[in-house]
């Protein structure tokens, strides 16, 4: 049963989000209309993986017309948000990239792919990084930091690892080099190298640099396979 106090705490695209005065530090994500499997498939991901960069999940809850489950409440920064205080702190850029890709890695070694890596899935807290929503399905694609086959369906390991670096590219880069509308977005990804990231912002270590852009490599072959393979 959910609690009967909820409040609207975020609306999301397939579920909303409320908390509960009597439920403190708990949120409460409820599906939309034809959503529960993706919030199922979240739930059953996040139950199964129990590792501090992503958030706890507790109970799945039915109840009349509502579906959804029951979480921790992540307090902390968006990424961008966070990278903004921090875009000339190499270092500490560093620490948060490789923490992502460990929890990633310990996502793939489960045997899941998160599918949809981008700035708002990631948070920043004093405890460490947060991944949340995982659960690849291409109705939930966000095509600007999708991988070039995930647009036919092929989420791996190395889509995730694409998603990540292009959410850095973009965020030390200070703008998307894939905007436009689904097709257009295919194409460039396609037939387009984005210049190096360190041509683009100086501040960012050639060290980093090279990273993304062989995190970004459009071609799934040449691409690091999985986080491991990164560093």
């Not at 966070?82 to 990633?104: G, M, P, R, T």
């Amino acid at each position: 049963m959910f609690p009967k106090d909820l409040k609207k705490y975020k609306e999301g695209t397939f579920a909303t989000i409320y908390h509960s005065p009597t439920h403190q530090g708990l949120l409460f994500k409820i599906s939309h209309k034809n959503n529960l499997p993706i919030l199922r498939t979240q739930f059953d991901i996040l139950k199964s993986i129990d590792h501090p960069s992503f958030p706890r999940v507790y109970k799945w809850m039915e109840q009349g017309e509502r579906c959804g489950y029951s979480m921790e409440w992540i307090k902390g920064e968006e990424l961008h948000t966070w990278i903004k205080k921090h875009e000339s702190d190499a270092s500490s850029i560093k620490e948060i990239l490789i923490n992502i890709l460990e929890a990633l890695s310990h996502l793939h070694r489960k045997g899941f792919v998160h599918g949809d890596i981008k700035p708002s899935h990631i948070f920043v807290t004093e405890e460490g990084i947060k991944i949340i929503d995982p659960g690849f399905n291409s109705e939930i694609l966000t095509p600007v930091y999708s991988a070039p086959e995930s647009f036919f369906g092929d989420f791996t390991p190395a889509s995730d690892i694409y998603s990540t670096g292009m959410v850095f590219y973009t965020l030390l880069g200070g703008e998307n080099p894939f905007e436009g509308n689904l097709q257009e977005i295919l194409s460039k990804k396609l037939n387009y190298t984005p210049p190096p990231l360190n041509t683009i912002n100086t501040d960012v270590p050639d060290e980093i640099s090279t990273l993304i852009m062989e995190m970004i490599e459009p071609v799934l072959e040449k691409r690091p396979r999985c986080a491991d393979d990164v560093f």
